[in-house]
């Protein structure tokens, strides 16, 4: 399911808000059956719109409003609006119920069958302007096709649905009066129309006269366009070019007829030749100008929510929110993604990667990630020594190696020898949050493994991550963590299923907000000391001989602890209440029952020693774990 942000500028519309919201909410529940947010941009409205807005946002969270400092217009209304968005996609729709909320399914399921189209601008059938606006229309269309290079057929309408990464690009440019058409067009070339609907306008009289579309023609062509610094120069090359053919023809007829020239004509070709060159010169420099705002416009955002064009209404007051936690992320240096698996699958795309070498003891969702997006998987075995067995040779561009650190036993200085080795690797430390990562090497890391969050990864990289990404909502994945917090883990088990079924095919996104503030709050010093207090514990009460506890890691992921009949084990500690999670169930399931890695995954028990459990929880548990084996 998809967010969807609704976007309105409102301007004296007191008298079709509530309908609109309401045909909107039900198209929503009813037909898209998909969330959205409506976030109403008050542009300095003199009417009862804000009264009827906020009575809105009472009746319906989803429901936000900015007020403008003032009437700034439409354009830059969508444009702060555009910085609160949360969705994935963007709605943008006039408040006079003209744009009918009843067509916007055919936009969105336009959207949806074309993964090549990045906005979808509704084109109007039987349009219902009056003839002023129309012949303005049709005017500012001819002329901005032809000097902003628009295709004449593409139709520039005010009802649109935007890609978020093509949206965040509009917030980040800087420009005094935004025309947000325009920058669409200059942003991308994968726009197309659909026919949808135009309705009558139901209350009042459109606010774009004749006046205010030619007053906006030209501002798009002196913002937009170097059309009047190329027609200056132009000017200037043709009156330079016709003073020197004029003096060159006047000098032949001298020359070779004794002609002379009478009068003023020699002093007035000196005055145009010199006329032509000012104004080449003009030209020339006002166009090095342009291109250098250009260039500053690319850094500087285009609109001041704290204070210029608008601010978000603040809710104050009421029940307390989580706070912002004044600590600092473990790794707030490196790229935050929502799953390892779509962190994995960001890194590959931007790596170009064609082909990956996957070990066979692995988890099916990375698998799955990279078949599903068309990458070639050849597989590898390991040793008893967790050696990979793989021809030992440089890769070819555009293949990688993918290892896994199980269990924080794959050290720095393997790492780097396997780099020197492949030369394209890439290292999964899901197991492994502290261990850092190596300079040069590309590296995965899981949060969810490690700390209570219900999504959130960390990718180190020196590859070009240029798509922008939207970020990931969590408050509603957080029931089974919260749940257990209050209760216990039997309850909201199912839950926790359910929600680990939703990360299947979950599109890329950034790590979500409440996932960031929660990992402020961690002591990563303490976590760290007390999982390795606990693993030592463990390793004294429970010895291990197996080649996932040769070391004690940087703050372990788990004691993995060898038993011959593990799955047997396994039942009987979680009569006893504790919980041993199998890791590998598609190893299992697939693999002959003789392999190294069915043996790893049915009967390395993962034991838990994080930092929520004290010595006495080890020796209990060890304690347990000696009185299951008996029965066995």
């Known amino acids: 399911m998809s967010l969807y942000s609704v976007v309105v500028p409102v301007y004296n519309s007191e008298h079709t808000l509530g309908e609109l919201y309401t045909r909107l909410e039900k198209v929503f529940r009813e037909t898209l059956k998909e969330d959205f947010e409506l976030i109403l941009v008050d542009d300095g409205s003199k009417d009862r719109s804000y009264e009827i807005m906020t009575e809105l946002r009472e009746k319906d969270h989803r429901v936000r409003i900015i007020q403008m400092a003032r009437n700034f217009g439409q354009h830059p209304a969508l444009l702060c609006g555009f910085a609160h968005v949360k969705g994935e996609f963007v709605v943008t729709m006039d ?20 993964p090549d189209v990045d906005v979808i601008i509704a084109s109007y059938e039987g349009r219902k302007h009056g003839p002023i606006r129309k012949l303005g229309t049709k005017f500012s269309v001819w002329a901005t096709s032809k000097m902003l290079g628009k295709d004449p057929d593409l139709q520039i309408t005010s009802y649109r649905l935007i890609r978020r990464f093509l949206v965040d690009a509009m917030v980040k440019t800087n420009t005094y009066l935004p025309q947000i058409g325009n920058l669409l067009i200059r942003s991308s070339n994968r726009i197309i129309n659909v026919p949808v609907q135009h309705a009558d306008r139901a209350y009042g009289k459109s606010g774009y006269s004749f006046k205010r579309l030619l007053k906006d023609l030209i501002y798009d062509i002196t913002t937009h366009t170097a059309f009047p610094l190329l027609l200056v120069r132009n000017i200037g090359i043709v009156s330079f070019l016709i003073s020197v053919i004029l003096s060159v023809c006047y000098l032949v007829r001298y020359f070779t007829l004794g002609i002379s020239v009478q009068g003023w004509t020699s002093l007035m070709l000196v005055m145009l030749a010199f006329f032509g ?12 100008l342009m291109n250098i705002l250009n260039e500053a416009k690319k850094n500087a955002p285009l609109c001041n929510t704290s204070g210029g064009y608008g601010r978000i209404m603040k809710e104050i007051g009421g029940y307390f929110q989580l706070e912002e936690m004044p600590g600092e ?3 707030p240096d490196l790229y935050r993604v929502n799953l390892g698996r779509t962190a994995l699958l960001w890194l590959l795309k931007s790596r170009r990667c064609r082909k990956i070498l996957l070990p066979y003891f692995l988890c099916e969702s990375v698998v799955h990630t990279c078949q599903e997006n068309q990458i070639e998987t050849e597989f590898y075995h390991l040793n008893e020594k967790l050696e990979v067995l793989y021809p030992k040779e440089q890769l070819p561009e555009g293949e990688y190696l993918y290892l896994v650190n199980y269990y924080g036993q794959l050290s720095d200085s393997w790492i780097s020898e396997y780099k020197k080795i492949y030369g394209n690797i890439i290292v999964d430390h899901t197991h492994a949050f502290f261990q850092k990562p190596l300079k040069g090497i590309d590296t995965l890391y899981s949060c969810r493994k490690f700390w209570g969050v219900s999504d959130g990864a960390y990718l180190s990289t020196d590859a070009s991550l240029t798509e922008n990404k939207t970020v990931d909502y969590s408050a509603e994945r957080m029931k089974h ?29 950034q790590m979500s907000k409440l996932t960031q503030n929660l990992l402020k709050a961690v002591d990563y010093d303490r976590a760290k000391k007390k999982r390795e207090e606990n693993y030592r514990i463990l390793g004294e009460l429970l010895p291990s001989e197996s080649i996932f506890n040769q070391t004690v890691p940087e703050g372990p992921f788990a004691y993995p602890y060898f038993h011959a009949d593990g799955m047997k084990l396994r039942r009987h500690l979680a009569e006893k209440k504790i919980f041993v999670p199998t890791y590998w169930k598609n190893i299992i399931e697939n693999s002959e029952t003789k392999s190294l890695e069915y043996t790893w995954a049915a009967n390395i028990l993962p034991l838990p020693c994080d930092q929520r459990y004290s010595v006495e929880d080890m020796k209990y548990m060890a304690s347990v774990v000696r009185e299951c084996e008996e029965r066995i």
């Open 95 to 114: 408040d006079d119920l003209q744009h009918q909320p009843e067509e916007l399914p055919k936009m969105v399921r336009t959207m949806q069958e074309r």
């Open 277 to 288: 060159l000012i104004l080449l010169s003009i030209g020339i420099m006002g166009i090095y």
């Open 329 to 331: 992320e473990y790794y």
């Open 481 to 509: 963590i919260l749940g257990r917090y209050e209760h216990n883990a039997g309850t909201y088990y199912k839950d926790m299923l359910e929600n680990a079924a939703k990360y299947d095919g979950m599109e890329l996104r």
